[in-house]
């Protein structure tokens, strides 16, 4: 029997059910669930050239797309299931065959406390200009702490929202402000062409669903120096390394303007990985944010060295701090509070022996 719309949503359903992230469709292969960071076989059938063809034309569905099925190499897109889940999507190629990645998004965006995360992200998402950037792996979550700091924006400020995404993940409802959702390839070209059209939207909040190339970033900065809170996220692991490749990405002679332009503007940076929680049922996003101070600036434009950063960032923690916090110390904290295990903090910290020491002078 061949692949059929049925089956695509029984596959959906069972992936909702067990609180999967992602679905791995492959020829070749049974289909894989990403449950809680592993991938887990579905027992089924192995699928054959014949069904990725049929599941890919259940999903790419547009004719434009599917007249050059033959020939396509990479896609990307969504869709959604009314009353269970929206579904992003990676359609390609490899090794001359069909692979199909489908991430799960939830319709209810969550908040920010159910999320589990720092009170300073409230702060961060009412700020007014500036450029604030959600870092991370594939799969660490970033475009959920953005939708929830969009949803409290929608909650409680009156403004304009205009958010440019590839393709757009979650629907967020009219509350307190509008959303202008546009998705590339549906309702603007790239990028850059809907970031420049944002600019005369009158916006107030933007948010760019990555940093692409370097105009992206010089319209954003654009945007942020004219009085926008621009949103957006950089695949990178921390805040010195979102710095140093925002700045690689233009040529030697532009670089130390840039620099000037990022430490001016560069509000905060919040970088999470994923960690298994402590009965291993779930997980529990650790971040490192980066609130922007003098001296963060100072290293962002070379004045100090670029690795002191580390340093102020642990210093803004607690009473009297700005809300920054090392990867370490939410480690600690989550380990404390008994979200995750000691397994799992001592896995994940950049030292195990300060980790230690730290639970020996606690």
């Known amino acids: 029997m061949p692949f059929s719309k049925n089956h695509l949503i029984n596959?959906?359903?069972?992936?909702?059910?067990?609180?999967?992230?992602?679905?791995?469709?492959?020829s070749g292969e049974v289909p894989c669930l990403r449950i809680r960071g592993d991938l887990v076989p579905v027992k089924t059938n192995v699928l054959n050239a014949e069904d990725m063809k049929e599941v890919s034309k259940i999903i790419?569905?547009?004719?434009?797309?599917?007249?050059?099925?033959?020939?396509?190499?990479?896609?990307?897109?969504?869709?959604?299931?009314?009353?269970?889940?929206r579904i992003r999507y990676n359609f390609f190629r490899f090794n001359r065959k069909i692979g199909l990645i489908l991430r799960i998004v939830k319709e209810?965006?969550?908040?920010?406390?159910?999320?589990?995360?720092?009170?300073?992200?409230?702060?961060?998402?009412?700020?007014q200009r500036g450029l604030v950037l959600v870092t991370g792996a594939t799969g660490?979550?970033?475009?959920?702490?953005?939708?929830?700091?969009?949803?409290?924006?929608?909650?409680?400020?009156?403004?304009?929202?205009?958010?440019?995404?590839?393709?757009?993940e979650y629907l967020h409802p009219q509350k307190t402000a509008r959303l202008s959702q546009r998705e590339i390839g549906k309702d603007t070209k790239d990028f850059a062409s809907a970031l420049r059209g944002a600019l005369r939207q009158d916006p107030d909040v933007i948010l760019i669903g990555e940093m692409r190339d370097p105009e992206t970033v010089q319209i954003a900065l654009k945007a942020a120096e004219t009085g926008h809170i621009v949103f957006s996220t950089v695949h990178t692991t921390d805040a010195i390394t979102s710095v140093g490749r925002l700045i690689s990405m233009f040529p030697p002679e532009e670089q130390d303007e840039v620099r000037k332009r990022l430490a001016e503007n560069l509000y905060a940076t919040i970088s999470q990985r994923m960690l298994k929680n402590a009965d291993n049922t779930g997980v529990e996003i650790a971040q490192e944010i980066m609130v922007t101070s003098p001296g963060i600036k100072e290293c962002i434009k070379g004045e100090e060295s670029i690795n002191r950063i580390q340093q102020?960032?642990?210093?803004?923690?607690?009473?009297?701090?700005?809300?920054s916090q090392s990867f370490d110390q939410?480690?600690?904290?989550?380990?404390?509070?008994?979200?995750?295990?000691?397994?799992?903090?001592?896995?994940?910290?950049?030292?195990?022996s300060d980790f230690m020491q730290a639970l020996i002078v606690d």
């Open 11 to 26: 596959l959906i359903q069972l992936a909702v059910q067990h609180g999967a992230s992602d679905i791995h469709i492959r």
């Open 60 to 85: 790419l569905h547009r004719k434009d797309l599917l007249d050059k099925l033959g020939t396509l190499t990479e896609h990307d897109g969504g869709f959604a299931i009314p009353g269970l889940c």
């Open 108 to 127: 209810n965006i969550p908040t920010l406390e159910s999320l589990g995360l720092p009170k300073v992200l409230k702060h961060i998402a009412g700020q």
């Open 140 to 168: 660490s979550g970033k475009s959920t702490t953005l939708a929830a700091m969009i949803d409290y924006i929608n909650e409680n400020r009156p403004c304009h929202i205009v958010t440019i995404e590839d393709p757009v």
């Open 312 to 323: 102020i960032i642990r210093e803004g923690r607690g009473k009297g701090g700005n809300g």
């Open 330 to 352: 939410c480690i600690m904290e989550l380990y404390q509070d008994g979200r995750i295990s000691k397994e799992t903090a001592l896995g994940a910290v950049a030292s195990e």
